[in-house]
């Protein structure tokens, strides 16, 4: 009789359970993809009313002027851009050498992007290397003095440095 009751009890929850399910599945509704969020662009350090654009490829796909402070903010849609996409910027029209990858909801971190025109090559002459200076003989209003071995101080049969001072005369270039 435990064995019945037992079986009767598991077959009772498992028709529950999929009553429940079905209850579940009826009152669902379909789930959506979430829409690509833009790729938000930011920095500052550039002069006010600067140009700034975001380029796909040569194509440009943002484009806003900085403010009084420099700073500048580009919202990059999706729909030109995908996932993965390389998107670089220019200011004022001349490329900036920075570049950052395409994601959806995606910010660069804190301070933003460094933009700063890269500067044009220039040739630059190397200057002919000049003569260091002499330094100017400056004589001293006082000689200084300097001790030196005197014939006089001996020691253990050597001459010795006596504490006499014998001043140092200077002398003219």
Known sequence: MRLGR??????????????LAGILMASAEPVAAQPALPYVAYG????????????LDSTAVGR???????????SIEPGPTAEGDRITFS????????????????FPAPPGIQ???????????????????RPAATPSAVPRATPRA????????RPVICATPVPIRPVAR
């Open 6 to 19: 037992l079986v009767g009890i598991a077959a009772a929850l498992v028709a529950c359970s999929i009553a």
């Open 150 to 157: 005197v014939p006089g101080c001996v020691r253990n049969g």
């Open 64 to 74: 806003v002027t900085a403010d009084r402070a420099g700073r500048w903010k580009i």
């Open 91 to 106: 200011v004022d029209g001349v490329p900036s050498g920075k570049s950052i990858v395409f994601a959806s909801g995606q």
């Open 115 to 133: 933009l700063g025109a890269a500067p044009a090559p220039t040739v630059t002459s190397t200057p002919a290397p000049r003569p260091a200076p």
């Open 44 to 55: 500052a350090g550039l002069k006010a009313g600067q140009v700034v654009e975001a380029l």
